[in-house]
């Protein structure tokens, strides 16, 4: 992989790498084309949680730069993203949009945070990166003398009227108040948990989550729950409600 590198001077020199700020997607082009695999995990589980713009940005080139490269383990570090003049274009230029995204998505454990001789690495959530941070764990990485995993700040509970926005659809004053009852009545996590088994099912209504948290507080599987057509994919479960709803 070829890194194009900027002067370090980048945000004084803005002018000189900024794109025209009239620019506009001109759409997908016909013919033969490139893609990057992207696992739907990333669309149904990740992005809900990317709720800053510079989060969202830093996480999908972090990813799509890692894709293009060889050998194992595969790693992008600060100065490499630093230097990478679609992401910073992204940014405005401003290395305080870059850390504030590379935090953010550690926080929601999108990326690895892993300081070599001084140096940021990060890894992304995957086996190969988790396969990586072990290893760095038990003082087994071989690619550096030195390693230390950054333990991420603790990511903030998740809002449960985004998640209804993100995965439902618009508030109104009645969902609004019982959406208000469930977050003080349901764990964080729980909740979380609950919209995702049902986007996974495609069952996209309050009705449907409220029915899951419902059997979570009862604490027994209520197969009704269940929608007959997403028999043929069942959703993996994970979390708290690992025992609540089980496929068939």
């Not at 809900?48 to 490269?69: H, I, N």
């Not at 072990?134 to 333990?151: H, N, P, S, W």
Request: a positive charge; one cysteine or more.
């Amino acid at each position: 992989m070829v890194v194009r590198h900027l002067p370090s001077a980048i945000c004084g020199n803005r002018s000189r790498f900024q794109l025209p700020s009239a620019m506009k997607f001109q759409g997908i082009p016909s013919g033969r084309l490139t893609f990057t695999a992207v696992p739907n995990v990333v669309f149904s589980e990740l992005l809900p949680l990317l709720d800053d713009a510079a989060a969202l940005q830093v996480t999908l080139r972090v990813f799509y730069l890692l894709s293009q490269k060889k050998g194992s383990p595969r790693y992008v570090t600060y100065e490499e993203l630093r230097a990478d003049e679609t992401l910073m274009h992204a940014l405005d230029y401003k290395p305080q949009n870059l850390k504030r995204g590379l935090e953010s998505s550690v926080a929601v454990g999108a990326l690895f945070h892993v300081e070599v001789n001084d140096a940021a690495w990060y890894f992304f959530n995957t086996p190969e990166g988790r396969k990586a941070l072990e290893q760095i764990e038990r003082g087994e990485f071989k690619t550096a003398e030195t390693a230390r995993v950054v333990e991420p700040p603790a990511a903030p509970p998740p809002n449960i009227f985004k998640l209804y926005e993100q995965h439902i659809g618009a508030l109104n004053p009645i969902i609004a108040e019982e959406l208000k009852e469930a977050e003080q009545e349901y764990p964080p996590q729980v909740i979380l948990d609950a919209f995702r088994i049902a986007a996974e099912n495609n069952a996209r209504s309050w009705r449907y989550v409220n029915k899951i948290l419902s059997d979570w507080t009862r604490g027994h599987t209520n197969e009704t729950t269940r929608r007959p057509a997403s028999r043929q994919r069942r959703p993996t479960i994970t979390g708290k409600l690992a025992n609540v709803v089980k496929p068939k």
